[in-house]
T-cell receptor, first 111, second 110 residues
Framework: DTEVTQTPKHLVMGMTNKKSLKCEQHMGHRAMYWYKQKAKKPPELMFVYSYEKLSINESVPSRFSPECPNSSLLNLHLHALQPEDSALYLC??????????FGAGSRLTVL | EDQVTQSPEALRLQEGESSSLNCSYTVSGLRGLFWYRQDPGKGPEFLFTLYSAGEEKEKERLKATLTKKESFLHITAPKPEDSATYLCAVFPGGYNKLIFGAGTRLAVHP
């Protein structure tokens, strides 16, 4: 199994909703990442988990809350988002500082 | 400050017209340079990793090269299916943070 699975593929939410994005990998990778990507821009790093511990938080607003329940799963909890948070959210995993394998992304629209 | 700059921003080619994409970088202690391909609305797809100056990698119509300051992605006789955004990224020394360039949007027309 050489892939990263993200659900849902599409999510529409209001500014008062609470929702979660999920990511799963079974490659034995111990580093997992959340990136945010706006149209025609490169991916921007949000969070890095290394061995299930948060190692990098790129000053992301608290309305985004990451969680790593185990070495295969990564969640991103969303609450009180703003329309400007609409973007493609990408999950990735890697064996240390090596090739990142990306999921297909979750397209988020905030109304 | 660690930085990755890609050029051109966009490139339009006729089918069969070979060209090169550039990625210049300034990082402290390079631990790897990566090329990814990204189709609209999808996640980046890994193409190549380069670790040291002089290294070259090839895959079908693509060839990636690395010097101490830049990398090139050469596309030989491209086809319309090669149309995508090509992203260059680096792992600087010290921490697990892959830094992306802004990408080159390639369009290959029949």
């Amino acid at each position: 199994d050489t892939e990263v699975t993200q659900t849902p593929k599409h999510l529409v939410m209001g500014m008062t909703n609470k929702k979660s994005l999920k990511c799963e990998q079974h490659m034995g990778h111990r580093a997992m990442y959340w990136y945010k990507q706006k149209a025609k821009k490169p991916p921007e790093l949000m969070f890095v988990y290394s061995y299930e511990k948060l190692s990098i938080n790129e000053s992301v607003p608290s309305r985004f809350s990451p969680e790593c329940p185990n070495s295969s799963l990564l969640n991103l909890h969303l609450h009180a988002l703003q329309p400007e948070d609409s973007a493609l959210y990408l999950c990735a995993s890697s064996l240390g500082a090596n090739v990142l394998t990306f999921g297909a992304g979750s397209r988020l629209t905030v109304l | 400050e660690d930085q990755v700059t890609q050029s051109p921003e966009a490139l339009r080619l006729q089918e069969g017209e070979s060209s090169s994409l550039n990625c210049s970088y300034t990082v402290s202690g390079l631990r790897g340079l990566f090329w990814y391909r990204q189709d609209p609305g999808k996640g980046p797809e890994f193409l190549f990793t380069l670790y040291s100056a002089g290294e070259e990698k090839e895959k079908e119509r693509l060839k990636a090269t690395l010097t101490k300051k830049e990398s090139f992605l050469h596309i030989t006789a491209p086809k319309p299916e090669d149309s995508a955004t090509y992203l260059c990224a680096v792992f600087p020394g010290g921490y697990n943070k892959l830094i992306f360039g802004a990408g080159t949007r390639l369009a290959v027309h029949p």
